[in-house]
T-cell receptor, first 117, second 110 residues
Framework: GAVVSQHPSRVICKSGTSVKIECRSL??????MFWYRQFPKKSLMLMATSNEGSKATYEQGVEKDKFLINHASLTLSTLTVTSAHPEDSSFYIC?????????????FGDGTRLSIL | AQSVSQHNHHVILSEAASLELGCNYS??????LFWYVQYPGQHLQLLLK????DPLVKGIKGFEAEFIKSKFSFNLRKPSVQWSDTAEYFC????????WGLGTSLAVNP
């Protein structure tokens, strides 16, 4: 159990395009989902914490108007990179906590490799 | 600022060799500690975790890790590696949020 599906796995777009990435918990309800970004040779960097039914909490330095997060249901969170530019090219990973309360491990999607031309 | 340091970036071992991957963190308060593994072409998976209690934690596939609070360390160990252990290993520390190490790439030669 605890499967997280992320879609698409790979996307290549022109500069200026908005790109939406979906993160779904397939066999559990996730009140909290996380969005990470990973640069080459760098560790995972938390971008934002997404809670169902409320606004996402963004980490310092992450533009909330650039990276729109919507967590409309207990099984789906979306990340939209608005007006993407080449510097937004990166590997984006989502994760979800299966159970509520403290001390819960995260379950990860396969990631989305975004390339902006 | 909180940080996680994984000392070994690339490790190459022969099958049956013993493994120890280092992980140190900088944070003075209470932490939760994790090791995640990413096999080639797959997503990140939880290997083991420490929240409290016995500092020696047993995980899946014969892995274990020991939390040494005085050294701010949570090293991952396996007595005898297999070719199937070839993967990327990430240490993560949760204080206020999850903070990740850079990862260690392990290649096990058959």
């Amino acid at each position: 159990g605890a499967v997280v599906s992320q879609h698409p796995s790979r996307v290549i777009c022109k500069s200026g395009t908005s790109v939406k990435i979906e993160c779904r918990s397939l066999d559990f309800q996730a009140t909290t989902m996380f969005w990470y970004r990973q640069f080459p040779k760098k560790s995972l960097m938390l971008m934002a914490t997404s809670n169902e039914g409320s606004k996402a909490t963004y980490e310092q330095g992450v533009e909330k108007d650039k990276f729109l997060i919507n967590h409309a249901s207990l099984t789906l969170s979306t990340l939209t990179v608005t007006s993407a530019h080449p510097e937004d090219s990166s590997f984006y990973i989502c994760s979800a906590e299966r159970d509520s309360g403290p001390n819960q491990p995260q379950h990860f999607g396969d990631g989305t490799r975004l390339s902006i031309l | 600022a909180q940080s996680v340091s994984q000392h070994n970036h690339h490790v190459i071992l022969s099958e049956a060799a013993s493994l120890e991957l280092g992980c140190n963190y900088s944070y003075g308060g209470t932490v939760n500690l994790f090791w995640y593994v990413q096999y080639p072409g797959q997503h990140l998976q939880l290997l083991l975790k420490y929240f409290s209690g016995d500092p020696l934690v047993k995980g899946i596939k014969g892995f274990e890790a020991e939390f040494i609070k005085s050294k701010f360390s949570f090293n991952l160990r396996k007595p005898s590696v297999q070719w199937s252990d070839t993967a990327e290993y990430f240490c993560a520390v949760e204080c206020c949020k999850l903070i990740w190490g850079l990862g260690t790439s392990l290649a096990v030669n058959p």
